[in-house]
């Protein structure tokens, strides 16, 4: 049992020279994007060659956001004097003045892309360099999953929605319309939390389970179903992957299990310290009806995810609210203690 | 003459070990409901057996407000991981879970129900126990009465409507359109002030006056009448008798005095110290056409007090703008003032 | 080169013992108006016989905002209880009560109209007067000039408004749609910044200009044209003469030079230190179709504006998101930097 540490006037940075999850590639078309990650104000845009990039959102001229301006091939102009900066936040060019000042130019921030998701180094120190490629996520690219995705803002700290991640045994009562089932069940389930390193695992099987509404709907069980969520928690993000099976067809904890799968990829970045964005993507297996299937299992993630912002967002003001006293864990916490205990010793 | 004392940086308590007007009987349906009252954010629900109770609105556990989940006949269990308590606050079920803790429990409160109003006991220690029951009120009872009502939510400090309903030399200016009339004579009517304890009553007469709106569609008045107003303060809640005959008709203090008569109950109970809840009723004695005279009593009411709330919100707003500078006051000033004597007595 | 000395957190006062624009004179009519001006909440109004009155907008009793009561012959009601105050401030009735104690009286402010502008006194002390008569504005009178105009609200500091105003070269970049042109010709344009006491005079000539949207529709250009600017920054109010003769038809400089005319009365006055009040009217000479051309004229303006407003909020908000760091100056910065210091020498 452990006091809230979350009390806002002993804010802990977050941890650093790691990446993060920015985005997802979709995001950056013919306009440049506002959006501010881990409490720096970025603009992250995509030149006419692809490449993309992340600047500090505001020219060093008048301060007007570069969101603002518009994107060229040799970089992002200014929307109010035409200042033009490339990918490095270098100005290139000063309408009607010849000499460009060395000081003419903004931070730059490292930003690649992979496997359509966008990640952002959050370095230390001005002059933290990634140290690895950003981590892959092969079901975006794997021809036997179907995905979909979206981005949903918080006005709650990004640990919040850890814990809201790491311990499902909410679904019974907070997602009974979609993925949810019977409450008993869920809070019943055996649970194994381990851990490696920095990466926290809880799984939980459920045999013998009530197929919830989106399992009924997006793959034909025959019955009662033997359900698995594998949690598998890093830093950055969060895989969970859930499925089930008809009941006693395969061993729950068999890699090679078939059935029906839903593989959530879960982004979680703080915006600010009181508020996050969280980037999400849900990749399924449609046994038939593949654009249906998809769209059933996407619509009704979405769906239970905005079921989770209204739970979160109400959890964080009424902390706020009730001035931050203590509160009382139950046995679902270990995996979400777990990660917090995980962060806590990165930025100590 | 005296400075306003109502400077945020200076809170005076609200007066405690005592009844407060926590809103109406009929509120209480089969959800639970969120309402701060004297600063204490709190949950109230009536259970399938008819019991009404109020808990602190935060669940021991996560700290999700309890208002956001379900009514059960043992008490109110929480939406995010489904504890239940009961309507004392003790948490009797922790799904998943054998022990129960025992600080597994959140704050309850003495809640009340007399004559459709609900009444929170507001102690000034965790131990205080009403010493009496809440006040009756027989005129939501009494056949000769027909009565309906509402709330309001102030953006206003509780003391700012109490000096509004101890002061109705207003309604000339304020309220012409309802139950307003002539205001030379509202400003130079009769008006005696007295005191009994923590009792205060201000009773104003005005004869020859002219029907305002509302008393001439309630009511068949001949032509002139003899008005009068009688309010009673006390601090949980105001009681304003106002009425009229026609002209000449009855003697204006006489006990039985027939006519039209409007019996307002005005519970005005702090939500914060710079807002509050305005609970009321208006009970009047039709001749005829009961339903639509109460109708339009009752409109029209209700039209009187959302201007009421306009004036006083923009009276507060107008002195937090100008720094809470002193005050001059008037003749009429003499009711409003005494009762914010008896209440800076009482949290001196 | 100069830090941006914005910071709210060491605000200078704003420059006194002067006139400053507090409105137009159409916009009082039978309402009281509430408008806070250098940080004084006030009501004007114009009693029946057609004078204008400034009053602090506080009743003096219970602090409602005089602006929510009515106009009368003698003066301005309170909404409350009546209490009746001149023009001059001082209470002139207090309904049901004979004595009208001394101190029963409002702040009274100079107000005058001229040119259908309306000057407001801001005195260094209670007691400063007026020493001259506000500034005379001929073009609201001119025959040979059609004018219109409005008021822009500004959720920014007063001088952010000035600094858009001086450097005309961002037409190019924000005023594409209506008054801009190719940005390369503004930002090349010959610029000559001169000043005259406290007066800073910008003039910027564009010789072989394409005519922007605006101007090819209200005037009838044989092709290229000769543009000129000439902005007048006076500290309550900048002049500033837009126009265009078809190329080589006449000296840019000859104050008799014929053609196309846009002039402007830009009074920018703060309402606190990180809002202001902005308003224009723009006068234009149209050679035929005199409705049509002005009406095109005013619309466009107003457009232009409201693109002003947006970037110029946006620059307020990303300079407090940013902590008020250092700007860096560029050649179009000659003219605001000079009007900033005339700011900073008067309240040094």
Redesign the interface.
């Known amino acids: 049992m452990e006091a809230?540490t979350q009390n806002l006037a002993h804010q802990a940075p977050f941890p650093s020279d790691r990446w993060w999850v920015a985005g997802f590639g979709w995001e950056l078309k013919d306009q440049p994007l506002a959006r501010t990650l881990l409490d720096v104000?970025l603009v992250l845009f995509r030149t006419p060659d692809g490449q993309v990039a992340a600047l500090e959102?505001?020219c060093?001229?008048?301060?007007?956001?570069l969101s603002?301006g518009a994107i060229e091939p040799r970089g992002l102009r200014?929307?109010?004097?035409?200042?033009l900066f490339d990918c490095q936040g270098t100005c290139v060019e000063?309408?009607?003045?010849e000499a460009i000042?060395a000081?003419?130019r903004v931070r730059s921030y490292e930003l690649r892309e992979r496997d359509q998701v966008l990640w952002l180094w959050h370095g230390s120190t001005p002059d933290s360099r990634p140290d690895s490629e950003p981590p892959a996520y092969p079901f975006h690219t794997d021809p036997a999953f179907r995905f979909g995705g979206d981005m949903v803002h918080y006005d709650a700290p990004y640990q919040l929605v850890h814990?809201n991640l790491l311990?499902l045994?909410?679904l019974?009562?907070?997602h009974v319309h979609t993925i949810g089932g019977n409450?008993?069940l869920?809070?019943?389930?055996q649970m194994k939390v381990t851990q490696d390193g920095e990466v926290v695992k809880v799984v939980r099987h459920m045999p013998g389970s009530e197929a919830p509404p989106t399992y009924a709907q997006a793959w034909p069980f025959r019955g009662r179903i033997d359900r698995w969520q594998e949690i598998e928690f890093h830093l950055s993000h969060l895989r969970i992957w859930t499925g089930a099976v008809d009941e006693g067809d395969a061993p729950l904890d068999d890699p090679q299990r078939g059935g029906f799968h839903m593989r959530g990829f879960h982004g979680v970045t703080p915006e600010t310290h009181a508020s996050c964005h969280y980037f999400w993507t849900i990749s399924t297996n449609p046994k038939s009806n593949v654009e249906e299937v998809t769209r059933i299992v996407v619509d009704q993630t979405a769906r239970t995810f905005l079921e989770d912002k209204e739970?979160v967002e109400?959890?964080w003001r009424?902390?706020q609210?009730?001035g931050f006293?203590p509160?009382?864990?139950?046995?679902?916490d270990a995996g979400p203690n777990r990660a917090r205990r995980v962060i806590r010793q990165l930025v100590g």
Chains 1, 2, 3 share one sequence.
């Open positions: 809230n104000p959102d505001r060093c001229h008048k301060e007007l956001p603002l200014c929307g109010y004097h035409g200042l000063i309408p009607g003045q000042p000081k003419a814990d311990d045994s909410h019974g009562y907070v409450p008993g869920h809070m019943n389930a739970i109400s959890q009424n902390q609210r009730f006293r509160q009382m864990d139950i046995h679902v």
